[in-house]
């Protein structure tokens, strides 16, 4: 799998045009009071062309891969090329001019893991603050972070092009490489104000063609992730005889526990704590004393994991050198 840009929302001057962009396009779809016009480009997938011929501005807006190739699975640096290319010469105007309002570049990545799994088992670092944003009826398969630069979004994109493509389009991404029978996570950064990137300078399209910006992308894309947290597990014990309903309740609680920042000694002392706050007359010093033993032994059974199974590092890592 290779890195893409997929949604953008871009706009440019036709000054030296005049108006002749204008018969290019179909009746407009609205016309609003703000002097802008809504006008669609027809391909594998609509792509909306906004018009403004008082302020000569033209905005295009959408989904270049679905544009072009009908599916956002996989899309490659020479397939933007000629995407653009052609609509620059279908409107006569210098497309790859446009300043960047918003676009989204992004990896997929093979696991052997559910990506529902994946997704479900990452949060946001406390201080990054990112705000999640989550819809109950995605099930854990979709969810997005968000911040005022940038929206971080990780979904299960093998169930996406079930659920969005018919069986004609689903022969066709799977030429593209798509197996229905692995797992496919897509991890993608839409930049709300690309301008951040730049120092407060507008992007234009031409830049992300530039292979100095790519790389700067590049290292965005796995710089943005490192901003989440994967959790981190206890090792599971192998023996049955060491999975009591106590030592499930421990694992559990303990998990919990490291991935809200808690490690496990601090575990330990809190739940003394606890034992020590019941009151003398429900539980005696020689009581209190003989849970404590039971917590110790408890605790001490468990093992933190060195490395995140859920991290997802290693495999951005690999998609974005795959080029």
């Known amino acids: 799998m290779n890195s893409m840009i997929d949604y953008i929302k871009a706009t440019t001057s036709f000054r030296d045009k005049g108006t002749n962009i204008i018969p290019?396009?179909?009746?407009?779809?609205?016309?609003?009071s703000s002097g802008w016009e809504k006008y669609y480009l027809?391909?594998?997938?609509?792509?909306?062309?906004?018009?403004?011929?008082?302020?000569?501005?033209?905005?295009?807006?959408g989904s270049i891969p679905?544009?072009?190739?009908?599916?956002?699975?996989?899309?490659?640096?020479?397939?933007?090329?000629?995407?653009?290319?052609?609509?620059?010469?279908?409107?006569?105007?210098?497309?790859?001019?446009?300043?960047?309002?918003?676009?989204?570049?992004?990896?997929?990545?093979?696991?052997?893991?559910?990506?529902?799994?994946?997704?479900?088992?990452?949060?946001?670092?406390?201080?990054e603050k990112l705000l999640l944003n989550e819809n109950q009826k995605d099930r854990g398969n979709y969810r997005n972070w968000k911040d005022g630069n940038v929206q971080l979004k990780m979904y299960d994109a093998g169930r996406n092009i079930i659920y969005k493509q018919g069986l004609d389009r689903r022969q066709i991404i799977h030429e593209s490489g798509w197996n229905d029978s692995e797992e496919y996570l897509k991890w993608e950064i839409k930049y709300l104000k690309p301008e951040f990137l730049n120092r407060g300078v507008a992007l234009c399209l031409?830049?992300?063609?530039?292979?100095?910006?790519?790389?700067?992308?590049?290292?965005?894309?796995?710089?943005q992730y490192k901003r989440l947290l994967p959790m981190k597990s206890i090792i599971?014990?192998?023996?049955?005889?060491?999975?009591?309903?106590?030592?499930i309740l421990a694992l559990t609680f303990a998990e919990q526990s490291i991935n809200s920042g808690m490690p496990l000694d601090s575990l330990k002392k809190m739940l003394y704590s606890r034992i020590n706050s019941i009151p003398d007359e429900v539980l005696t010093s020689a009581d209190k004393a003989?849970?404590?033993?039971?917590v110790k032994i408890l605790l001490e059974?468990?093992?933190?994991?060195p490395e995140s199974q859920w991290d997802l590092s290693e495999h951005i890592q690999k998609a974005l050198d795959s080029e």
């Open 290 to 294: 003989a849970r404590k033993r039971q």
């Open 206 to 223: 031409y830049h992300l063609m530039n292979k100095g910006w790519i790389n700067v992308l590049k290292n965005d894309v796995l710089n």
């Open 66 to 127: 679905y544009y072009w190739q009908g599916h956002n699975f996989s899309f490659s640096k020479g397939s933007f090329l000629e995407a653009i290319n052609y609509i620059s010469s279908y409107l006569n105007v210098d497309i790859w001019k446009a300043q960047l309002q918003v676009f989204e570049y992004g990896v997929i990545v093979e696991s052997s893991m559910k990506p529902k799994d994946i997704i479900l088992h990452h949060s946001a670092i406390p201080h």
């Open 301 to 305: 059974k468990l093992k933190e994991s």
């Open 24 to 32: 290019h396009l179909c009746n407009p779809d609205a016309v609003f």
């Open 42 to 61: 027809e391909g594998c997938e609509k792509l909306v062309v906004w018009v403004n011929p008082s302020l000569q501005l033209l905005r295009l807006e």
């Open 236 to 247: 599971i014990p192998s023996d049955k005889k060491d999975l009591s309903a106590a030592d």
